[in-house]
Every structure is written in C-alpha cells, then in structure tokens.
C-alpha cells in the first residue's frame, strides 16, 4: 500500500512510520505546519508542534530513507480547531483540541488531501488497535487514546493505520534507540500545542476579551465574588476561583455549572458534582449507524480515567442519553463522551458524542 506517515517530530510517530516501512508499503512522511505564526511556537518540545519538531521529523525520515515533506495546514487549523477551542470556551464548554484535531485535520483535511494523492492510508503514532472487531483500546492502558479517535467514522478508519497500539510505551522508546532514531528520549507532548505560554486563561482572555460575572453560592444563590469571563472555568475546577472567604463548613468549593448568557459561575461542595445521567449531540457511531436501541456500555468521559458502567440510548437525530451505573464527577458540556464494549481482547469503541448536558 501507499501509506502517508503523519510525521510530528516525536518518538511515536517516528516508530509508527518505521513500522510501516518494515511492513513493506511505500512510505512518505509528512509534517503538517499547523501554525500561522511559526516564530511564536516554544521551544522546548513542550507540544505537538514546537518549532523544532517540523527538523526532528525530517531526521526521522531521513533515517528511515523515506521521502519527507511538510504541508501547511496552519487556516485550517485555526479554523476548525483553535476558533472552535475559543467559541466553546465563551459558550461555557469544555474542548478537548486534540480531538478536534485528529476529527477535522489529520482524519478529514489531510486524510482527504491523501487519498487525492492516490495514497491508501494514512499512518500515526495514536496508541490504539484496528481489527476486524474496530477500533479497540491499546495495549498499553496509560498511553490508550481511542477516547479522542473514538469520533472518527468507519470510513476514516477504514484508511488509518495505528502500528503502536499492540506495544507499550517503553518499548517504543527502545525500539526507536535501536533504530538511531534521536528522537528516541524526547519528552512526550502534554501542553496545548497553539497556546505558547502554557497559560490558557491568559490565551481565551485575550481572543475573548472581559465579560464580567458573578461567582454564586449553588445551594444558597448568594454572589461570592467576581469574575472575568465564565472562559476562565470548567466543571469540576478548585484552584483559581478567586473566593477569598472559605465556605461555611470549611470544605473546598468547585465548579459546578457555568452559565455564559449570565456570566454566572455556580461553586458548591464536591458531591455535588456527581452526575448519573449524560445528554450528547452529534454521535458518530463505530458501525455508521446508530443501534436500534439502548446498550450495554462503559462511558469515558476524559481522555485518562472517568470511566463508569452505562446504558446508551440513540435519540431522535444523532443525539444520545447515556444512563451511568455509577456516578461521574467533573462532566462538562462541550467534553466527548465515548462508549465501549467490554471485550475479552480488548475494549471495542461503538461510538462518541458531544456532551450537552450532565445531571
């Protein structure tokens, strides 16, 4: 096969086209320049797409005696994943970027863009597993990310290649030594990879600018201070509030729902974040289609950890309620929820939707 090596300049990506390579396709390597402003990225390989990754990917390939190019896909970027990272922010939501990254970009404009070019699939260093059972968790639990290619549809998955998935992290970085890959020890990304300081209060304040609200008491309604922009929020937050009295009972307060309309920010007690039941929107399903009624499922609700036993049920649409078995803490609207089937040789995605609400 003619497989495209999405390239980011770290050690995962770099074993993943290597793998490829060995498997005997016809590999190309590309670094997607995702930035407008190249010069204002850190250093450091703090992100994704530090000014020095686009140079690392290129080494990596010319180990590797493949081809290499760097594609600019920085107005789509900032369309689809930084503009929508503002937008729901402002609408008092939770975006997870990466997600929206590999939905919009490296599965849809560059996947796109790809099979345009006579390429068969597009090749990353995600940790997840295809099979004839779908997508399925990795091997490597602390590194699984099927949560944020769960909103991928059959038809991109059925042009992905994920290679790492049956490995554990170590273990890539080893095999990355022996193959004089120098990336083999760099630091794994963690950081939102368009927000340079790190700072994303300070990054939303200044596309959004100040919207002044109230802090408000959820069990007494009674206004505790004030506050920006409700940008400056999510569910389930402590630290940064700007309360300076403590509660009556001496406990830490959270953030419990945010009401941008009226600038509102509802703080309260930490059970009072649990939520049993999860409306989302926009479901994408593992088999195209929705099933015909509800099933039995494990819902995540973040990237690592908050897992819990449910029962989805397709809505009118492609909405979905999902019932949890057990209480979650910290849902936000604007998170992904994905669900799962337990299987014996690993979770198999059925799907993922935008949650809207959680109660």
């Known amino acids: 096969m003619r497989v495209l090596a999405a390239m980011s300049g770290g050690v995962d990506s770099a074993v993943a086209a290597a793998r490829a390579v060995d498997a005997g396709h016809d590999v190309v390597g590309v670094h997607l320049a995702l930035s407008e402003t190249p010069a204002a990225l850190r250093g450091g390989s703090r992100g994704c797409c530090s000014k020095e990754d686009a140079g690392d990917a290129r080494r990596a390939a010319d180990v590797l005696g493949i081809p ?184 830490p307060r959270y953030v419990l729902g945010i009401e941008p309309v009226t600038g509102t920010v509802r703080v309260g007690p930490a059970e009072a974040l649990d939520v049993r039941a999860i409306d989302a929107a926009a479901a994408v399903w593992a088999t195209g289609t929705a099933p015909a009624g509800p099933v039995e499922c494990v819902a995540q609700v973040r990237a690592h950890g908050g897992l819990a036993a449910a029962v989805a049920a397709p809505g009118p649409g492609a909405s979905v309620r999902v019932e949890l078995r057990e209480p979650l803490r910290g849902v936000a609207p604007g998170q992904a929820v994905a669900l799962y089937r337990e299987d014996p040789a690993g979770d198999v995605v059925l799907g993922s939707a935008r949650i809207t609400t959680a109660r």
């Open 68 to 251: 290499f190019y760097v594609w600019d896909f920085a107005a789509r970027f900032a369309e689809d994943v930084v503009e929508d990272f503002v937008a729901s922010y402002a609408a008092g939501e939770t975006p997870n970027p990466c997600l929206r990254c590999n939905e919009k970009i490296k599965f849809a404009a560059l996947l796109d863009r790809a099979l345009g070019l006579g390429f068969d699939a597009v090749c990353t260093g995600h940790y997840a597993r295809l099979g004839s059972g779908g997508l399925r968790r990795a091997v490597d639990a602390d590194k699984d990310q099927s949560y944020v290619l769960a909103v991928l549809t059959p038809r991109q998955l059925a042009h992905a290649m994920f290679p790492l998935g049956d490995t554990p992290k170590p273990a890539v970085r080893a095999e990355a030594a022996e193959r004089g890959l120098l990336v083999a020890d760099k630091p794994d990304s963690h950081d939102i990879c368009f927000i340079p300081s790190g700072d994303t209060r300070a990054f939303l304040g200044s596309r959004i600018g100040t919207r002044p609200g109230a802090l408000v008491d959820d069990a007494t309604g009674a206004e505790l201070g004030r506050h920006d922009g409700v940008h400056g929020f999510t569910v389930g937050q402590r630290k940064g509030l700007g309360i300076d009295a403590p509660a009556a009972d001496g406990r």
